[in-house]
């Protein structure tokens, strides 16, 4: 069964950066080893258990999940039954920190998370270091690169899948190529006021360019933004389908939901911002309370390492660790035109920022 559901969930507090890496740090050699299971206790548990639920907004369609879900079974000659909700990260975290405390988690794999989202996950003690490349490297060897090490903090903690790449998204039926802005300065000019369309959650993905210009800046960006009256949706994705539909002429989202619009022949076209490109690793995490922890553990495995192709014809995963994918590309192209700097997570401190800067842009949008 594959549904679709977006609960709104509440925000957590983070711990300093120092606190962080104390909580999550690896066990020690010894017990690491003793509790590392083989790649054939988790199939094995995964075929006893035949269940498998994931949460995830990328990829988002019941379409691509079948596909998955089927791929998945006939790689391992399992017969799961596999259930699919689209449910954002940013809006699931809360219902399974909530989940958890109350040892009543219903969520086994959650997708299309952030780099913020994983430290906050792994600070609540709701996900823990895991062996990935002991446990599945000799049967899955494209685990390796899955690794998330971005942030080295982090380690164990989750699967890189793909990346969000934000950008200006635009209707070619409602506005021409030429008059699309192509700057964050520059849809705060009045004459698009009420003209472009903006994520609810504090304009994400414009929280992430403090990474690249500081929060000072954003929080100033965010002020004439407002002023400019943007139409305002549920996510990035939402966006991208609000524009899409005609609803407004153009807006902020991400290449992969350009890309994916494109396969389903919709009219948005996308290019990457020319001052400060957004650049999000996106990962899968399996929940420790999981109902069904080792399919939530084979699942996740094998679509970072091999599941990414099966997704591809129906929704693009775009990742820049290949450089001669098309984003990879895109991007050095844009750079080396514009100069335009890339905004991304580098460390526990830097994300840690990130939070009480959003706190700060909140306050910005809830003001009077």
């Not at 709701?126 to 062996?131: N, S």
């Not at 290949?322 to 100069?339: C, F, R, V, Y």
Request: aromatic share 8%; no cysteine; net charge positive.
């Amino acid at each position: 069964m594959m549904r679709n559901s977006g609960p709104r969930v509440a925000a957590r507090r983070f711990v300093s950066a120092a606190a962080l890496v104390a909580a999550v740090l690896l066990p020690s050699e010894q017990s690491h080893a003793q509790s590392t299971p083989t790649f054939q206790q988790v199939l094995d548990g995964a075929r006893k258990e035949g269940e498998l639920i994931v949460w995830a907004s990328s990829p988002g369609e019941q379409k691509t999940y079948r596909a998955l879900f089927d791929a998945f079974n006939k790689r391992f000659g399992l017969n799961i039954k596999a259930e699919f909700l689209g449910i954002n990260a940013t809006r699931g975290r809360g219902r399974v920190i909530a989940e958890a405390a109350a040892n009543a988690v219903t969520v086994d794999v959650m997708g299309g998370e952030s780099a913020d989202g994983v430290i906050l996950m792994a600070n609540a003690g709701v996900i823990k270091p895991y062996p990935w490349v002991e446990v599945f490297g000799k049967e899955m060897p494209g685990i390796k690169a899955a690794m998330y090490d971005d942030v080295p903090e982090l380690k164990g903690l989750s699967l890189h899948y793909f990346d969000a790449v934000s950008g200006i998204v635009w209707n070619p039926t409602l506005i021409k190529d030429a008059d699309v802005p192509s700057r964050w300065t520059d849809l705060t000019d009045p004459k698009w006021r009420g003209k472009f369309a903006l994520n609810s959650f504090i304009y994400s993905p414009l929280d992430q360019t403090a990474y690249a210009i500081g929060g000072d800046a954003v929080l100033e960006l965010m002020k004439k933004l407002k002023e400019n009256r943007p139409h305002l949706e549920n996510g990035s994705p939402a966006v991208a389908r609000a524009v899409s539909a005609g609803t407004s002429p153009m807006g902020v989202s991400s290449f992969h939901a350009s890309e994916r619009a494109a396969v389903n022949k919709e009219p948005l076209k996308f290019k990457l911002f020319a001052d400060v490109i957004p650049l999000s690793p996106l990962n899968l995490y399996v929940i420790e309370k999981a109902p069904h922890v080792n399919a939530g553990r084979l699942f996740a495995a094998w679509f970072a390492a091999e599941g990414v192709p099966v997704a591809e014809p129906f929704e693009p995963l775009p990742n820049t660790t290949d450089p001669n994918s098309k984003l990879s590309k895109a991007l050095k192209a844009q750079i080396d035109a514009t100069g335009a700097k890339v905004a991304k997570p580098v460390s526990a401190k830097a994300i840690e920022d990130l939070v009480e800067l959003r706190k700060k842009m909140q306050t910005v949008l809830t003001a009077q």
